[in-house]
């Protein structure tokens, strides 16, 4: 049993199922199989075909890559949106013709040439995001039609000027540069779509305009709901693609000078073909910038290979839709197969030994025997407020409290039966803490750490904080700070319970039981936003130590506390102060007498110590039973400890019927009273303590103000 027992222990800590999951997770992985295939493409070419991939190739390459990759990312923006563009080829012989006709004809300078050429394409994009955005008509049908009058219109304007652009020979050195200049081996085009495609990644995954975007593709009606301007961004898109594609014409033209008949013929479908084969889903909602590059790269390698191999044309575009059909199915496969993975191995319990808890029965005797203390607590806001995780009073004595609502609502004093919303934030209220300047502090779940002012305006304080350079996951962002205190010079330290799972998804952090916790700190002087200790188990409950120099904190499934010093000869260092709790610790705060209270927030049993060193059974759980009967702790049994620096216990508070107040996530000692607050109550407890300092007010102690 022990060599078993040690055998999960390994498997569980070093197996790495939860990387996996993690990479999975990521999108960029969705370009798997579009690298892949461009991997194998350039290999079987470059073996088959002598100098395929020289220099000169790949120079050549780059050039077509860049003038088509151009309308490849225009039809990538419509796509995403949720429409198509059929129009390309023939907007790109018109915007063609039209730079050769400014230049060669009416004898225009460079700049004007381009400035022309790119609001031709504006236009003609206008007119498809004008019928499909405002209009509301069939993007494939009207840019079928869009193709066929455009087309129309280009072969009508080369009856007239097809000889008088022939004819001309334009001497413009930048010119020149355009259609086959280079800086340092790269072509100028190239250079440009470089820049052009490293905005578009910007814009479509760090901008608010490229969210948009995608929320539109992937649900219409629900972006109209969220008051997204729906028609506006559509419209707009047809005409970010027609300028795009009159960016590839541009340089088309400076390349070759050419309008003959067959300038864009087909176009639309190879850079149709280009963006299914990058991994663009045709429904909408699902594209990225190297999705476009990896199938404009794919396309053109297998058309260069099969053109320079001698293959007719027929064989061709056969060969080009056969890689097309094959990858298309393996990519259907690999991303249904890929979300199967993820569901298996994203979530990974690892092996959580604890050893047996103390007694807490009646007349088991210790610190943690169970009383009835909190039988006859007062109840505060019965029914009329729900989820007060955490509560705070001011120095008028009001009473603050999160609701889950996304409030904050303060009961005024001194009977604390007027109540009023004091701030709506909009997010789950978890811990609070006032600075000296009478700003309070809260953190909100999956929102991050906010300052409400006294004149109740809201303002973020942080969101993110630095990403670990070690990990896969980008933990950059706060996912669910709950729980801070401030230090003398105003830095607020926090602890955030999970980087990897929201705040809906606490339980499955607990299933895993992994360590994905961390302590943040935040300098509200500097703007800056730091994490000061990682790998912690459900971090919680933080509390500024009577030394000024170190903080408190509780990891929840470690039910244990421990102290870590930021500030003075022991700065870094973490210890032990309680540890093999009886239950799950969360907040801490500080008691009249010097020493700090604790809430425990379920009580541990036998079966879920057991299940803590069964990560398999656990992983069991997760998948094959709803949430409501996964094991959980105890709630329903409320208990306050008094503690000292030197983990002593030195007073316990139980409510054995759990009727008054069964669950307990924070309490703060105020004039003699403490006031008990729980995720899981629609109250607030107020409890009598009998030999408590009823002159003591945190908010005075910690800042020195009289009250």
């Known amino acids: 049993m022990p060599m078993q027992e040690a055998f999960v222990r390994f498997k569980s800590r070093y197996w790495p199922d939860h990387l996996l999951g993690e990479i999975l997770s990521k999108r960029w992985t969705e370009t798997a199989i579009p690298v892949i295939v461009l991997l194998i493409v350039g290999i079987v070419l470059s073996r ?29 923006l419509v796509v995403i949106v949720g429409g198509i563009d059929l129009s390309v080829g023939s907007m790109f012989a018109l915007c063609d013709f039209c730079a050769l006709y400014c230049l060669d004809v009416l004898n225009w300078p460079v700049p004007a040439v381009i400035a022309a050429t790119l609001a031709c394409g504006a236009v003609l994009g206008a007119v498809n995001g004008f019928l499909i955005g405002y209009l509301r008509l069939r993007a494939f049908i009207t840019t079928l039609i869009t193709l066929i009058i455009y087309r129309s219109t280009y072969d009508l304007l080369l009856v007239n000027n097809s000889n008088k652009i022939a004819a001309a020979f334009p001497d413009f050195p930048s010119w020149d540069f355009i ?49 997204i301007p729906v028609r506006r961004t559509i419209a707009l898109c047809y005409v970010a693609s ?18 003959g008949g067959d300038v864009g013929v087909g176009l639309e479908v190879t850079v149709l073909t280009a963006t299914v084969l990058g991994g663009i889903t045709l429904g909408g909602g699902n594209g990225s910038v190297a999705k476009a590059l990896a199938g404009t790269l794919i396309v053109l390698l297998v058309t260069n290979g099969l053109t320079t191999l001698s293959v007719r044309g027929g064989f061709n575009r056969m060969v080009l839709a056969a890689i097309l059909l094959v990858a298309a199915v393996i990519d259907i496969r690999w991303l249904k197969n890929r979300t199967r993975i993820i569901s298996k191995v994203y979530v990974s319990p690892t092996y959580h030994a604890l050893p047996p808890p103390p007694p807490t029965a009646v007349g088991a005797g210790g610190p943690f025997e169970q009383n009835d203390k909190l039988r006859d607590v007062e109840l505060i806001g019965l029914g009329r407020i729900e989820a007060p995780e955490d509560v705070i009073l001011d120095r008028h004595d009001n009473l603050y409290a999160g609701s ?27 811990g609070m803490a006032f600075d000296r300047n009478d700003n309070l502090y809260c953190c909100i779940g999956g929102m991050g750490l906010y300052r409400i002012a006294p004149d109740r305006k809201i303002e973020k304080a942080t969101d993110e904080t630095n990403r670990s350079l070690t990990s896969v996951n980008d933990d950059s962002r706060l996912r669910l700070a709950d729980d801070l205190d401030i230090a003398d010079d105003g830095r607020i330290f926090f602890s955030e319970a999970t980087v990897r799972y929201e705040m809906h998804e606490w339980p499955v952090d607990g299933l895993e039981a992994r360590g994905n916790g961390r302590i943040i700190c935040y300098d509200p002087g500097r703007k800056t936003t730091r994490t000061v200790l990682r790998g912690l188990k459900f971090p919680n409950g933080i509390c500024i130590a009577s030394d000024r120099q170190s903080i408190l904190f509780a990891e929840t ?25 009886p239950g799950f610790p969360d907040n801490i705060n500080l008691a009249s007498d010097g020493n700090y209270w604790l809430a425990l927030v379920g009580m541990r049993s036998p079966a879920l110590d057991l299940a803590w060193r069964m990560p398999g059974f656990r992983r ?31 007073e316990s508070f139980w409510d054995l019927a759990g009727l008054n ?25 107020r409890y009598k303590l009998a030999d408590a300092d009823p002159n003591f007010v945190q908010y005075d102690r910690r800042w020195g103000k009289q009250s």
Request: hydrophobic fraction near 45%; glycine fraction near 14%.
């Open 242 to 259: 027609g300028v795009l594609t009159a960016t590839g014409a541009l340089f088309f033209a400076a390349r070759l000078g050419t309008v």
């Open 557 to 581: 499934w470690g039910c244990s506390v421990k102290r870590y010093w930021f500030d003075g000869p022991k700065q870094g260092t973490v210890e032990t102060v309680m540890d093999n709790l």
């Open 404 to 430: 889950r609502h996304g409030d904050i609502v303060r009961f005024l004093a001194p009977d604390y039966q007027q109540m009023e919303v004091f701030a709506h934030i909009g997010g789950q209220p978890l």
């Open 48 to 76: 088959v075909i002598d100098g395929f991939l020289s220099p000169a190739g790949l120079a050549d390459t780059a050039r077509q890559a860049g003038e088509i990759g151009f309308v490849v990312l225009g039809m990538a």
């Open 661 to 685: 107040h069964p669950m307990i996530t924070s309490m703060r000692e105020h004039r003699g009273y403490l006031y008990l607050g729980g995720i899981a109550n629609n109250r607030i407890g």
């Open 179 to 227: 259609g086959g200049g280079d800086v340092l081996g790269v072509p100028s085009v190239a250079l440009v779509y470089i820049v052009v495609a490293v905005f578009g990644h910007v814009f479509l995954t760090r901008l608010r305009p490229g969210w948009h975007i995608t929320a539109i593709g992937g649900s219409r009606r629900s972006a109209y709901n969220s008051g």
């Open 620 to 650: 069991r759980m997760g998948k094959r039973l709803p949430l409501d009967e996964w094991l959980f702790p105890n709630i329903n049994t409320g208990c306050v400890l008094k503690f000292n620096e030197k983990g002593e216990v030195l």
